[in-house]
């Protein structure tokens, strides 16, 4: 299953006066079928009406190429779709998915831009895809054309080639404990060295080549609040007063509140220059900072559980007002949970990693504020 749009977030209250790219997509899609496929259809974008014409243009074209239509249990093709947009255009993606392999197809179409009156009001989110696997990620770094991916067990390195990423080299991580629950991990590029943070253990190699060295020791983890590291039976960070929290993002403007964090309680705390709690302003499983050139107030990117979806994840960008927060966008709804956020140091781009409902893949995602809208 995709795990994710890799749209813009669009407008709030946008309207349906500019048609989803559905008979396209519906096309295409039966385009490359053959007579002999029994197909599953599965919509990812919260069974609204829009859904089903979308359900019901694709079943019209696979009928009429004479191909059934069956349940996940006899299909020999799945055909999973999302459907999003920007302010510029719907765009619906399929994956269809066989015994043999997987293919992506998408289609587009133009929106009016009279569709929304109040998009100039909102912002949006630039959602690229960096690497998706079978195997559990923790975190990416991407530099030029390097990727490392960050696994449990091992950092995988892959170099970038004209048919997409090669791996090159897989460095083992040392396991003489049983990770917690949950288990979080972070990597970075440090000049020409990698660095590599996990719950009670620090480790660092050359980016080029060699071997992993790690050490059973917390060291500091690069997130916007002072740290120790995670202690290697939690998940989750402690303030120098003791305060336990998920995720941390520095929202200073010059006076307090200087940090708005994700706390075990699942609300988001503002924290002063002392790191003390000066109030509550909603709620999130995770917060990070993110930024651009075209904005000026802090903003952050939250992922709390989906209201619409059973397992899956809402990411919504909000801007710091004071003692509270406001949406700078419409919430983007991620088919799969949100397993790590992370911000880059500069805080111009986070890192998200979602799992898809069934488990059984995980896709890193690059998400920043899109200036050019």
């Not at 619906?92 to 929304?116: Q, V, Y």
């Not at 990423?165 to 590029?189: E, F, H, N, T, Y």
């Not at 020409?192 to 943070?197: G, L, P, Y």
């Not at 790690?214 to 989750?236: F, M, V």
Request: contains cysteine.
């Amino acid at each position: 299953m995709m795990l994710a749009l890799l749209f813009s977030l669009a407008a709030a209250g946008q309207s349906a006066s500019a048609a989803a790219p559905s008979d396209d997509l519906a096309g295409r899609i039966a385009g490359r079928l053959a007579p002999a496929d029994v197909v599953a259809i599965t919509i990812n974008d919260g069974g609204d009406a829009r859904s089903e014409e979308l359900r019901d243009a694709i079943s019209r074209a696979i009928r009429a190429r004479g191909i059934t239509i069956a349940d996940a249990t006899q299909a020999t093709t799945h055909i999973d779709v999302s459907c999003g947009g920007n302010l510029r255009e719907h765009a619906c993606l399929a994956e269809l998915r066989r015994a043999s392999g997987s293919e992506i197809i998408a289609a587009t179409t133009p929106r009016l831009i009279t569709e929304s009156a109040d998009a100039a009001g909102l912002m949006s989110l630039e959602i690229r895809p960096v690497f998706a696997q079978r195997d559990p990620i923790l975190d990416v770094a991407v530099a030029a054309n390097r990727l490392f991916v960050l696994q449990p067990d091992a950092l995988v390195s892959y170099e970038r080639g004209d048919a997409g990423w090669r791996r090159v080299q897989s460095r083992p991580i040392p396991q003489a404990r049983v990770w917690p629950r949950d288990l979080r991990g972070r990597v970075w590029l440090d000049g020409e060295a990698i660095d590599v943070r996990l719950p009670g253990m620090a480790c660092r190699a050359a980016a080029n080549a060699g071997t992993l060295a790690c050490a059973d020791e917390n060291q500091p983890w690069p997130i916007a609040l002072d740290n120790s590291g995670i202690d290697a039976t939690r998940n989750y960070f402690t303030t120098r007063e003791g305060l336990p929290f998920f995720g941390a993002a520095a929202v200073d403007s010059g006076s307090n509140p200087r940090w708005l964090v994700a706390d075990l309680s699942g609300s988001l705390a503002l924290l002063d220059s002392t790191r003390r709690v000066t109030a509550t302003v909603g709620s999130a499983d995770d917060v990070v900072a993110v930024g651009a050139a075209c904005v000026s107030a802090p903003h952050v990117l939250v992922s709390t559980a989906s209201s619409r979806q059973p397992n899956s994840d809402t990411l919504r960008l909000l801007r710091l007002a004071g003692q509270r927060t406001i949406a700078s966008s419409s919430p983007l709804e991620i088919a799969g949970a949100v397993t790590a956020l992370w911000s880059d140091r500069t805080a111009s781009t986070a890192t998200a990693v979602v799992r898809d409902p069934s488990g059984e893949r995980y896709e890193a995602l690059h998400i920043a504020i899109a200036c050019d809208r």
